[in-house]
Structure formats: structure tokens, C-alpha cells
């Protein structure tokens, strides 16, 4: 793992610090077992990029249905796309970290996940009072799933990933802490049932969700 860190961003580093310290990150992270694999990140970006990503200049989308599911409000959903990497130097930022194939050997290494002709899906999350997610798994064309939490707001505490045992009782078992810098990486399996418990969101509860996905991903208008 040293190893692959080292040469990995050798090409990026220092025009591309994302890399480097998620790397680090990745390579001093435990896995959790229970209720299936999953690593809890600690300071996975540079400070500074989870600031650049939240003073983005998107609203908060109005009018969102809250009803369980992301896929809902489609119509108002931020993606790090070409158009935005080309407005946003943080944006494209991320992107070439996520895209070197030093951090991809890295993921797969330590997770097992195959990126082998993954793409690259990269979304914006500004989810406000009356967001929630069912317990579900993620589609099997997403191969990895990354959530990163960039608000140092204390009232957000409670609202991290919750993470379920399996159906019917989907009885919780933990939750992700909500804090800037931290986050929670999956595979996704057919046991990997999380989502967001219903509670009060104080302030803004912004993330972003870092995926690959395989090559027919159907709206590929998301991609990086």
C-alpha cells in the first residue's frame, strides 16, 4: 500500500494535493466489519478543498421533495461535470485525483472494489430540513461509494450516513460522524443497506458522494 501511494501521485503531487492526502488517508484508515465492510475517513482532503467545495456558488435547491429518495429531485442535482470543471478550479481539482490511475490501484487495493473501465460520478449535496433516506443499496453499476461531509456546523453532529443490518428489521447499527473532513467509503453489495435516519437538519448538510460506476451508466451527462 506504501508503495502504491508513493508512485501514485508522484505525477500529481504538488499540482494535485487532493491525491496525496487521501492516499494518506486511505492507507491509515481501518476497515469496520460490521454490519459489513466499510472505513470511516479522517481528514481525507485538504482542509481547504472541503472550504472551495462548500462556498460553491449553488443554491440550495428549492422546493426538493422529501420522500426518501435522491433520484426525486434528479431535475435540481449537482454533478462535478466537464462544464463545471471548466468554471471551478476545485472541482477539477477532485476530479484529476479521482481519475489518476495511482488513486484508483490504491482504492482497489485496500477495499477490494474493481474500477477496471469505471467511470467517474461525482455529486454536490446541499440536503436542508425534511431530508431523509430510506435504508436501500446502491444499483449495481455503482462499483464504489464515497461521502464526504464538509460543514464544521455542530448542529449537523447527528446527520451522518446511517448504517442498517439487513431487511426486515434494518435495525441500525452506527452512523457515520457528521463533521467537515470526515466520511464513511462502502463497496456496494447487496447487504450494504444505509441511508439517513429522519431527524431535524439544522443548517445545511453539505457532502459530496464520490462514485464509480460502469461504462453504461445511463445518464452520462453526471460523469467527471
Not at 50 to 63: G, H, K, Q, V, W
Not at 119 to 143: A, M, N
Not at 184 to 205: E, L, M
Request: net charge negative.
Amino acid at each position: 500500500m506504501e508503495q502504491i501511494a508513493k508512485t501514485g501521485f508522484d505525477r500529481l503531487w504538488p499540482v494535485n494535493p487532493v491525491a496525496h492526502t487521501f492516499l494518506e488517508c486511505l492507507a491509515n484508515t481501518e476497515r469496520q466489519t460490521s454490519p459489513y465492510n466499510h472505513w470511516l475517513l479522517t481528514n481525507p482532503f485538504p482542509a481547504e478543498i472541503c472550504d472551495d467545495i462548500a462556498n460553491l456558488p449553488f443554491p440550495p435547491p428549492e422546493s426538493a421533495v422529501f420522500n426518501g429518495m435522491r433520484e426525486t429531485n434528479n431535475s435540481s442535482r449537482i454533478y462535478f461535470t466537464p462544464a463545471n470543471q471548466e468554471k471551478f478550479d476545485v472541482c477539477r481539482c477532485v476530479v484529476e485525483a479521482f481519475q489518476h490511475p495511482g488513486v484508483r490501484a490504491a482504492i482497489e487495493e485496500t477495499t477490494g472494489a474493481d474500477l477496471a473501465n469505471a467511470h467517474l460520478r461525482i455529486e454536490y449535496c446541499q440536503d436542508t430540513d425534511g431530508f431523509w433516506l430510506e435504508p436501500h443499496t446502491d444499483i449495481s453499476v455503482k462499483k464504489f461509494t464515497m461521502v464526504i461531509y464538509l460543514s464544521d456546523d455542530p448542529n449537523l453532529a447527528d446527520a451522518g450516513t446511517s448504517i442498517y443490518e439487513r431487511p426486515p428489521n434494518f435495525k441500525l447499527v452506527a452512523s457515520a460522524p457528521y463533521a467537515k473532513n470526515r466520511g464513511i467509503v462502502f463497496i456496494p453489495g447487496k447487504n450494504t443497506w444505509h441511508g439517513v435516519a429522519k431527524r431535524s437538519i439544522k443548517g445545511i448538510r453539505k457532502s459530496i458522494i464520490v462514485n464509480y460506476v460502469t461504462s453504461d451508466w445511463r445518464d452520462a451527462w453526471e460523469l467527471a
